[in-house]
């Protein structure tokens, strides 16, 4: 069972910036495919990022390219998210979330509780 712990969130105005951070209970950290997700109110779970175990693989989703960064420390047990010139639509609550590869999907195994990101205009 792994757990994990997101942090950093907070209120920040428009084109602000902040670094969330999401640590991992599990030994074999650097095994897992994590992942930043956020959910707006009213909205779907929506897919930001993506970074291999190796962190040799990234994918950002469209409307975050080129603002935010994925990255992870595996010393650390630790996947970031900098999150910059951040917009109001931005607003949601963030997730981690630890997956592995099965053929050609990532199945999210495990998930953090969240941390809310608000961003007034």
């Known amino acids: 069972q792994v757990q994990l712990e997101e942090s950093g969130g907070g209120l920040v105005q428009a084109e602000g910036s902040l670094r969330l951070s999401c640590v991992a209970s599990?030994?074999?950290?650097?095994?897992?495919?994590m992942g930043w997700f956020r959910q707006a109110p009213g909205k779907e779970r929506e897919l930001l990022a993506t970074i291999t175990g190796s962190g040799s693989s990234i994918y950002y989703t469209d409307s975050v390219k080129g603002r935010f960064t994925i990255s992870r420390d595996n010393a650390k047990n630790t996947v970031y998210l900098q999150m910059n010139r951040l917009k109001p639509e931005d607003t949601a609550v963030y997730y981690c979330?630890?997956?592995?590869?099965?053929?050609?999907?990532?199945?999210?195994?495990?998930w953090g509780q969240g941390t809310q990101v608000t961003v007034s205009s």
């Open positions: 979330a630890a997956g592995l590869n099965i053929g050609t999907i990532i199945s999210w195994e495990y």
């Open positions: 599990e030994r074999t950290f650097s095994s897992y495919v």
